[in-house]
């Protein structure tokens, strides 16, 4: 089964301006299992594969039928090769669309873009993840954003969604806004709007999406290890997406942290493809 039963494709003989690929096992800690997130791929494909079939219908999120989109699906592939697959993409000329995995899939899909132009990352997360390491593992899933502030290519992150408590100390968020990236907490985008999240990067410039599902409300994605009230709402989550599209030059996204054991009725599957609908249909307007 693939995403919105699109073509089954290698990386090798990529044509599309879309590709889907799974990053199902991350950078485990010891004693720790987040195993329940690797069947996200598979759940996500299956929940997706229904509105595969209704591409051509009215879309009311984007005022129009998304049409014949360009997308191709490269199945999954193990940590080890995440670089490399994400790389192949985008040399292919293809748009990454990562489906995780617990959140330390994020940094490895970020290294594929080693020897790109530099970006900026929207990550959408309760969490900032910028934690140096945990019981001496340096790329477990709380820590892709501190790895990713050490890519050549990483030009600033904007932390959205923040808010509860989660691994990060004082002095993991003191570090972050020193380097010069930004928090915006679920509380302040519902006050003040998408639009001066958006304001955070440059108008014309390249950025990439890291999306960890407890951004979002439970309401909106329940399947996920780590729901906190109080997130995202969806139709903040797909301005978020789409404003990007208009703004510059969206150049991938990756989804983690959906627990399909944990959901209800398949409806964090929904939420993750709709976005991505949202996404690709903007972009290939």
């Not at 697959?85 to 292919?92: H, N, T």
């Not at 970020?110 to 309760?126: K, N, S, T, V, Y």
């Not at 890519?151 to 003191?174: E, F, L, N």
Request: net charge negative; hydrophobic share 40%.
């Amino acid at each position: 089964m693939t995403f919105l039963g699109c073509e089954s494709v290698s990386v090798e003989n990529l044509r599309t301006r879309f590709a889907v690929l799974g990053i199902p096992q991350g950078i485990p800690y010891p004693g720790r299992s987040s195993a329940g997130a690797a069947e996200a791929p598979r759940a996500i494909r299956s929940r997706s594969a229904r509105y595969g079939r209704m591409l051509s219908h009215y879309d009311f999120d984007l005022g129009r039928a998304p049409g014949a989109l360009s997308i191709a699906d490269c199945g999954d592939v193990p940590a080890a090769e995440s670089g490399s697959a994400v790389r192949g993409i985008l040399e292919a000329g293809a748009m990454p669309i990562v489906l995780g995995g617990d959140d330390s899939t994020t940094a490895l899909a970020l290294r594929g873009f080693e020897g790109q132009a530099p970006m900026h990352i929207l990550q959408i997360d309760a969490h900032i993840d910028y934690r140096d390491e945990v019981d001496g593992v340096r790329e477990g899933y709380s820590s892709p954003m501190r790895r990713a502030a050490e890519m050549p290519w990483v030009k600033r992150i904007v932390h959205c969604g923040t808010r509860g408590v989660g691994s990060a100390r004082p002095g993991d968020v003191r570090d972050t806004l020193a380097r010069g990236n930004a928090i915006v907490t679920a509380r302040e985008l519902k006050k003040r709007g998408v639009e001066p999240v958006l304001a955070e990067f440059p108008p014309g410039e390249r950025y990439y999406i890291a999306f960890d599902c407890d951004g979002m409300d439970p309401a909106v994605m329940p399947g996920t290890s780590a729901p906190l009230p109080g997130g995202l709402a969806f139709d903040e989550a797909a301005d978020l997406l789409t404003g990007l599209a208009r703004r510059g030059q969206v150049v991938g996204i990756n989804f983690a942290e959906h627990y399909p054991s944990l959901d209800v009725n398949g409806i964090t599957a929904l939420a993750i493809t709709r976005l991505a609908v949202n996404l690709m249909g903007t972009l290939q307007a």
